[in-house]
């Protein structure tokens, strides 16, 4: 019967930029997929497992190539899930890079508001908003 290792390298494959490319079941959501004592795993933690031992509690692996299907353990990393997030190209990734609100303030400490959820929000221009509401006789936000 052949090893985990030797089933693992029988579906991996060269890809650009170094990358192995995972070339069995390939999930919906680009992550290749690898049965481990008939249950199934993704590849790209075995993969991490295999070469490097256990993935650190609290910790989950992230590509530093960006590709899902790539199962080399020198493009894997483990770092908490707030890293992860940040590192992607998810809306909250690109709010998180963001220095300036979409009129064009910047999001300093001065000027910056972060509300109990998490999101940031200028100040000048909720300031803005709350005039106009003044003038136009609005005593609160609608919904």
Not at 85 to 90: E, T
Not at 120 to 135: E, F, L, M, N, Q
Request: charged share 25%.
């Amino acid at each position: 019967m052949r090893t985990l290792t030797d089933r693992f390298l029988a579906k991996v494959a060269p890809g650009p930029l170094g990358c192995w490319d995972w070339t069995a079941h390939v999930k919906p959501n680009g992550y290749g997929q690898v049965k481990v004592d008939g249950r199934p795993a993704y590849a790209h933690r075995v993969a991490y497992e295999l070469t490097r031992g256990p993935i650190p509690d609290g910790l989950v692996i992230d590509h530093l190539c960006r590709r899902r299907h790539c199962v080399n353990p020198d493009h894997l990393e483990p770092v908490t899930h707030r890293i992860n997030i940040r590192r992607g190209v998810s809306p909250a990734a690109r709010r998180a890079h963001q220095t300036h609100c979409s009129r064009g303030h910047a999001f300093d400490t001065a000027n910056t508001y972060t509300a109990p959820n998490g999101t940031r929000h200028c100040r000048r221009c909720a300031a803005g908003r709350a005039r106009t509401r003044r003038r136009r006789g609005v005593s609160r936000a609608s919904a």
